[in-house]
């Protein structure tokens, strides 16, 4: 029918008594789960009276074979021998209730006394047992009641005793009533089985009931069971609770509190445990408290000891131990090289490590200093020889490669800043640091103007369909001669434009910003090579402009800035060239393509040297 374990009968023929077995798991009020393995139990019952539903349980099951006995031996009326059989049980474990019901309509969700009953037998005949060791003990009383009434077994009855004596000394009875409230099936409550749980060991060891026969609040007792020794203190007189006292209670009575915080002292009765001053209590510790002489606890979190050469032990507040009846979180532990190094520096800080790379000497690891802490640094900080740390978030940063890089939480920005005085104001430019090269992230954008007077040259610098938002946008587009700066703007005159044949030796600063190059086609083949090949570098450096088919993962963000030839302005949205300083002959130069169409760079194409082209610069 539910969950409680009653059964309604459905059937009824002339024979008014039904013989109910049962088999499966069961709800575990000492565990709380159920049960792993089924067990079986028994009911006698009436179904005149009870066939609108029967409890099987503990009680019916050991009440069985004595109602058997008493009705087919000793010619008993069927109720009278329920009775009496249910009382025998009861007394057997020292329970005597003024009245009862019929075993089947008690319940451990009930409110009566003999619910309360009932559930002290389910706890302490389960116990700490496994099915099957519960259902030889139920076998062994069920048949010692049969006949007379009685269980005598003393061996057995102490064993039940000392484990229900043991279990509430250590506060276990209101885990095991939280279990049976925690399954939901009654109404919140829970009978007040704890009484006789304690009446029955109070008698059967011997303890007597706490606030009786003189056992008042503190009273201590000694209960022996074989070679173990167990000790008590009556804990509250009202609710008749021996409390079972630790190996804590034992080893510091006496010792009060008149000492400083972190005290450490051995057991006065168990000599080998430890014991530490802590907020003003005792409570367990480790050997490695007694072994370094210094307790682990909250005030020294942090703390290391050194014990040898080679072994260092840390205090740690953040690793949950327990020991019978103490929990802390304060515990030693051997030291690692990280700590090991960071407390090296700790000790040897000289005030300028913040964001320094520094060589632990204990892991031998790179490291650095971070908002008071060691850690390793990323791969970028190791290429830059310098870490981005929280000191130092939103500021920018003049690395190795002369490019101001701004520090945040992500780490270094994947692209740096420079400045191109060359007009007014001056132009910023972006630049990024691709192996051991750095270029610059975004198009040359500088307005040339050109000294008269030189022959066949064009050195103009043009905006994409001379729309000047083009130029901000794309850059400026160069013939072959402005690359060069055949004009001598910046450098020496090359006479390097159309119809003229140079030989330029690089590197060619060209129309660059100064400390930096037109790059020859040897420096476009290091690139790709560090890019994984020229087969696919044109899809990993491209931006990610729709249409443009780029993925941008090195940050050089190529785009897609059209070119300007003899047929005009083209191809914008769908290809860009960059010139290169590598000359082909007097009409034509060396060039670097990327497309919408290919994930592939065309590398070494030769272009007309008045075509006018995107440049990048590669730093000196």
Request: aromatic share 12%; hydrophobic share 35%.
């Amino acid at each position: 029918m539910n969950d409680k374990g009653y059964y309604k009968f459905t059937t009824r023929k002339v024979n008014p008594y039904a013989l109910v077995i049962v088999d499966g798991n069961y709800r575990n009020e000492v565990t709380g789960a159920v049960s792993a393995q089924t067990i079986r139990l028994k009911a006698l019952s009436d179904v005149r009276k009870h066939h609108k539903g029967a409890n099987v349980n503990i009680l019916t099951h050991l009440e069985y074979e004595r109602v058997y006995y008493l009705v087919t031996k000793m010619d008993y009326d069927f109720d009278e021998a329920k009775q009496k059989a249910q009382e025998e049980v009861f007394r057997a474990f020292n329970i005597v209730l003024e009245s009862s019901e019929d075993a089947e309509t008690l319940d451990i969700f009930g409110k009566t006394e003999a619910d309360a009953a009932l559930l002290a037998l389910s706890i302490m005949l389960q116990g700490d047992r496994s099915e099957a060791e519960m259902m030889a003990l139920l076998t062994e009383i069920s048949n010692a009641l049969a006949e007379e009434g009685v269980w005598n077994d003393s061996s057995a009855r102490a064993q039940v005793a000392l484990w229900a004596a043991v279990a509430d000394g250590q506060g276990r009875l209101d885990t095991f009533a939280n279990h049976v409230k925690g399954w939901g099936l009654g109404d919140g409550t829970v009978p007040p089985f704890e009484k006789y749980v304690r009446n029955f060991y109070a008698q059967e060891t011997g303890l007597g009931a706490c606030g009786a026969d003189g056992a008042s609040q503190g009273t201590k007792k000694t209960l022996k069971a074989g070679s173990d020794t167990f000790n008590f203190v009556c804990e509250d007189v009202e609710k008749g609770w021996w409390r079972l006292l630790t190996k804590l209670d034992l080893d510091t009575a006496g010792w009060g509190h008149d000492f400083e915080e972190g005290a450490v002292r051995n057991g006065q009765v168990n000599t080998d445990l430890v014991y530490v001053y802590e907020n003003n209590n005792w409570r367990h510790g480790t050997s490695l408290d007694s072994i370094l002489g210094l307790s682990c606890i909250q005030a020294r979190k942090d703390t290391l000891v050194q014990v040898s050469v080679l072994d260092w032990y840390k205090c740690v507040g953040d690793t949950a131990v327990s020991f019978e009846e103490s929990n802390w979180n304060s515990v030693w532990r051997r030291a690692t090289d990280m700590e090991l190094d960071s407390n090296y520096w700790l000790s040897n800080k000289l005030g300028n490590e913040e964001g320094a790379l520094l060589k632990g000497p204990y892991t031998g690891k790179i490291l650095v200093w971070d908002n008071d802490k060691l850690r390793e640094p990323t791969e970028t900080e190791i290429g830059w020889n310098k870490a981005c740390v929280k000191s130092a978030y939103g500021k920018v940063d003049t690395l190795s490669n002369g490019l101001g890089y701004t520090c945040s939480a992500a780490g270094w920005s994947a692209t740096g800043k420079f400045k191109d005085n060359r007009d007014y104001p001056a132009q910023i430019y972006k630049g990024v640091k691709i192996g051991s090269q750095t270029w610059m992230a975004e198009n040359l954008n500088v307005a040339y103007k050109v000294k008269s007077g030189f022959y066949r040259t064009d050195t103009s610098g043009f905006c994409y369909k001379n729309i000047w938002t083009n130029c901000q946008k794309y850059g400026r587009l160069y013939p072959w001669s402005a690359a060069m700066d055949s004009a001598g703007i910046y450098t020496t005159a090359n006479n390097c434009g159309d119809g003229t044949f140079c030989k330029a030796s690089t590197p060619v600063r060209g129309i660059c910003p100064y400390g930096w190059h037109l790059p020859s086609t040897e420096e476009w083949r290091e690139l790709f090579v560090t890019v994984g090949g020229k087969k696919k570098a044109a899809k990993l450096l491209k931006s990610q402009t729709d249409g443009w088919g780029g993925l941008d993962e090195y940050s050089f963000s190529a785009l897609p800035a059209g070119i300007r030839d003899d047929a005009g302005y083209e191809l914008e949205g769908t290809l860009t060239s960059f010139w290169t300083s590598t000359e082909e002959d007097m009409e034509n130069a060396v060039s670097v393509d990327m497309s919408d169409e290919r994930d592939s760079v065309l590398f070494d194409y030769v272009s007309d040297k008045f075509a006018a082209y995107s440049i990048r610069c590669v730093k000196d």
